[in-house]
């Protein structure tokens, strides 16, 4: 994957939306400079266009990643491991970047698309949903589950009804959005917002299923 200096950094987040923190990060405009290329937006700033480039290129790699194993394959420690490596890291990294970008887009447009502020209130109770669930399974659950403590049952299955109700929250945000699908003049921000809220609900729906066999009844290390 190379990413060209010259090319505008409105289109590089919209075809690849996970570029979009990258540039935060770096505290870039890409919301209102349509036509400004990354060389541009970064000689503005005195940053070195080439490393964030180079960041930008592993932000879509890291997206794009390797086929992930069967998690049916895996044992039920590594499923652990890998579900705290890869989907919980991704939340950690994502909700507060998209807490920030979801009320930016509803201030912005909420005139136009009075519905984005239904968006922003579904998704800021989603974020306190997850970062809840995510900080008692990091803390609790799972070191419950590596140390083989008995008599989980009511703590699992607790855990497995958020679960449900992290999907409810999922499908009223879908709805909220109208399926992901923005209006033709929605701006490059309003673009990257639906289009990593869609990836996120892709990347959380595959993470609670994979946690559902490790805190179904009788599943244990």
Same mark, same amino acid.
């Given at each position: ?5 010259? *090319? ?8 690849? !939306?996970?570029? =979009? ?38 932000? @879509? ?5 390797? !086929? !992930? ?10 499923? @652990?491991? *890998? ?12 909700? !507060? ?5 979801? =009320? ?5 447009? *909420? ?10 209130? @579904? ?8 970062? =809840? ?26 855990? =497995? ?61």
């Amino acid at each position: 994957m190379r990413l060209s200096m010259d *090319r505008p950094v409105a289109e590089l987040v919209v075809e690849h !939306p996970e570029c =979009a923190v990258v540039l935060e990060r770096y505290q870039l405009e890409y919301a209102s400079a349509e036509a400004r290329t990354l060389l541009e937006t970064c000689g503005e700033r005195g940053l070195d266009p080439a490393r964030v480039l180079i960041d930008c290129e592993r932000a @879509i790699r890291e997206r794009k990643g390797r !086929p !992930p194993a069967d998690p049916r394959t895996l044992p039920p420690r590594q499923r @652990i491991l *890998r579900v705290i490596a890869g989907h919980h890291q991704y939340l950690h990294r994502t909700l !507060p970047f998209l807490q920030r970008l979801v =009320a930016n887009v509803a201030r912005t447009h *909420r005139e136009r698309q009075p519905s984005l502020l239904e968006v922003a209130r @579904i998704f800021d109770a989603l974020a306190r949903s997850l970062s =809840a669930h995510l900080a008692e399974e990091e803390r609790v659950v799972f070191p419950a589950l590596l140390s083989g403590a008995p008599r989980l049952d009511s703590l699992l299955a607790r855990m =497995a009804d958020e679960h449900v109700s992290l999907q409810r929250s999922l499908v009223e945000l879908r709805a909220a959005c109208d399926g992901y699908v923005c209006p033709p003049w929605a701006s490059s921000s309003y673009r990257v917002l639906f289009a990593e809220l869609a990836h996120l609900e892709a990347d959380t729906v595959q993470h609670l299923q994979i946690e559902d066999e490790l805190l179904r009844p009788g599943a244990r290390l």
